[in-house]
């Protein structure tokens, strides 16, 4: 058989010449104990000439590429030439030079000191010195290695269609996904209040993934529609490890959409056409560095997300003042309005892959009760309201499916406002 591995390592060398030869899929990253090669497949040329297609669509021609040490290509692609103005509905959208009104703080404003042994922290790319020239946007490349590891083209860049059974479903459960693999340690409002936006600061762990499909994510959704309907609207950020979507395990700053409950619409970071980016030191997808570790340095990240009260956009700003980009009121259903719900919290994939839970991790892969330095955190747990003003969250809930696998336990304090600990190790004697 034919090696045609120059073709997955150069996607731009791809040609029907190609036509009788298979290219036999064998360069994996190999990260952290885990094998990706046992995902060899044979691929047919015509399939890979599908995805060099849809490849060539999402992959914009870049000003200039910059090579990061974690083996990430990131384009810097001219900010009008970036994919989410492929969308229909945004053919004529004007990009958005004019910033959006910040939420106003209401709460005293938080010493950063005296969060112990916890600092900010960056993304990997940015070691190579190397920065995006002004006026485009940094967007991470996407191979044909990428894709061959989802379940299809069409599955690239989407969260897996939500089956929900409603017999595992709790009568309460404001989370969507019981049932299908999918387990949650989160903390949720309640549905009477309009929320206009959310913020939270989340430590960064590198959770171990067991099974090349399952992935570990910690993140803010921000909500309206029905839970369990078709016309769920929602939209989504945090950090993730996912073996499918990046081929390694390190984890990643992320961005998911959707306005028909994960179906046809809406995908991961830039894979498809709708969030449009505005930060050109800022790259979603990319992997982040330093992060926390056992019982020594903590690293966490600031997320907030929030509608532009003048235009209705809603963006999505990193640290303390930095924008990353919006997603268009054009694109959104019940998000045109308000969102009706937030949540904040870990979601895991657990395959049974061998006919038992797997050790894939949440958080740290430690359980809530061991606390700072152990334990994965969300803390200054905050809402926007109608007036743009955060707000500490008052009333929450909480919800762990099966807390033996991962739990959840939130508090109060004066620095930290409503804080949580949350994850597990998944697989052990209480959770087989
Ligand atoms: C990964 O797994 C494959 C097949 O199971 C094996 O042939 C290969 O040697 C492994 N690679 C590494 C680096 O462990
Ligand atoms: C950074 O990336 C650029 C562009 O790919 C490359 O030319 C350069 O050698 C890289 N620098 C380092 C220090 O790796």
Redesign the pocket.
């Known amino acids: 058989m034919a090696d045609c591995n120059i073709v997955a390592k150069n996607p731009h060398l791809l040609h029907l010449s190609f036509l009788l030869c298979f290219l036999f899929v064998s360069k994996f990253h190999?990260v952290s104990g885990l094998?990706y090669?046992?995902y060899?497949r044979k691929v047919t040329s015509l399939r890979l000439g599908r995805i060099q297609k849809h490849l060539e669509k999402i992959n914009k021609p870049p000003l200039i590429k910059i090579e990061s040490p974690d083996g990430d290509i990131i384009d810097c692609v001219h900010k009008r030439k970036q994919p989410a103005l492929d969308h229909p509905l945004l053919k004529s959208h004007k990009i958005q030079r004019v910033p959006p009104e910040m939420p106003k703080v209401k709460r005293m404003k938080q010493n950063e000191a005296s969060v112990k042994g916890a600092s900010r922290q960056w993304q990997t790319w940015h070691r190579n010195g190397t920065r995006c020239p002004k006026g485009t946007v940094p967007i991470r490349r996407s191979s044909v290695h990428d894709v061959l590891r989802a379940k299809s083209l069409f599955h690239f860049g989407k969260k897996q269609r939500r089956l929900v059974d409603p017999a595992r479903r709790r009568a309460d459960a404001p989370d969507i996904v019981s049932g299908n693999g999918h387990e949650h340690a989160i903390a949720y409002t309640g549905t009477t209040q309009e929320f206009y936006g959310a913020r939270a600061t989340i430590n960064v762990w590198d959770p171990s993934i067991e099974e090349v499909n399952e992935f570990s994510l910690s993140q803010i959704w921000v909500l309206s529609g029905s839970l369990d309907g078709p016309d769920l609207n929602s939209i989504e950020a945090g950090w993730q490890v996912s073996p499918e979507l990046y081929g390694d395990s390190r984890p990643r700053l992320f961005t998911y959409w959707t306005t028909d409950s994960y179906q046809a619409t809406g995908c991961y970071n830039l894979l498809c056409a709708g969030f449009v980016q505005t930060n050109s030191r800022v790259a979603i997808g990319a992997s982040i560095s330093p992060i926390s570790q056992y019982a020594a340095n903590q690293y966490d990240i600031t997320i907030l997300i929030w509608k532009d009260p003048k235009l209705g956009n809603w963006w999505i700003g990193f640290g303390d003042s930095t924008l990353i980009g919006y997603w268009p009121a054009e694109l959104f259903t019940h998000l045109a309005d308000h969102a009706a719900m937030v949540e904040w919290g870990g979601e895991v994939v657990n395959s049974r892959a061998k006919g038992q839970h797997t050790s894939t991790q949440m958080g740290s892969g430690q359980f809530p009760g061991d606390g700072f330095g152990k334990s994965s955190y969300f803390r200054n747990l905050e809402v926007v309201d109608a007036d743009n003003s955060l707000t500490s969250v008052r009333d929450i809930s909480t919800l762990a499916e099966n807390t033996n696998c991962y739990n959840i336990k939130s508090s109060n304090s004066n620095e930290w406002g409503t804080f949580f600990y949350y994850g597990g190790p998944g697989n052990n004697p209480r959770c087989p």
Do not use: R, T, W
């Open positions: 190999h094998n090669s046992n060899n």
